[in-house]
């Protein structure tokens, strides 16, 4: 599976972004999606993740404010981010699981490039 992230920014904090994941291969409707980030000088950390039937899990940091969804159809995921803070500057990774658990980077075996999110006080 090859993944495309896209929509990062700027934004002010309180703000929102809307990130995509396009994805190509045939296994990616089968499959679990994640979307991780990792801030300057900062860990790779697990953001939130959409099964492929459509299960969804949060990090504590981000639940109440980020929504994980996909559309099957069009091969393609999305991370809604509303009320964003500044400690949610990072780039921003989508990311197809292949075995473990669903909040560890090594569980996942195909990455997109990243999109970096800015977000200013």
């Known amino acids: 599976v090859q993944l495309q992230a896209s929509g990062g920014g700027l934004v002010q904090a309180g703000g929102s972004l809307r990130l995509s994941c396009a994805a190509s291969?045939?296994?990616?409707?089968?499959?679990?999606m994640g979307w991780f980030r990792q801030a300057p000088g900062k860990e790779r950390e697990f953001v939130g993740r959409?099964?492929?039937?459509?299960?969804?899990d949060y990090s504590d940091s981000v639940k109440g404010r980020f929504t994980v969804s996909r559309d099957n159809a069009k091969n393609t995921g999305y991370l809604q981010m509303n009320s964003l803070k500044p400690e949610d500057t990072a780039v921003y990774f989508c990311?197809?699981?292949?075995?473990?658990?669903?909040?560890?980077?090594?569980?996942?075996?195909?990455w997109g490039q990243g999109t970096l999110v800015t977000v200013s006080s």
């Open positions: 990311a197809v699981r292949a075995i473990g658990s669903y909040n560890s980077p090594s569980s996942y075996a195909s």
């Open positions: 959409i099964s492929w039937n459509g299960i969804t």
């Open positions: 291969g045939c296994t990616f409707r089968s499959s679990t």
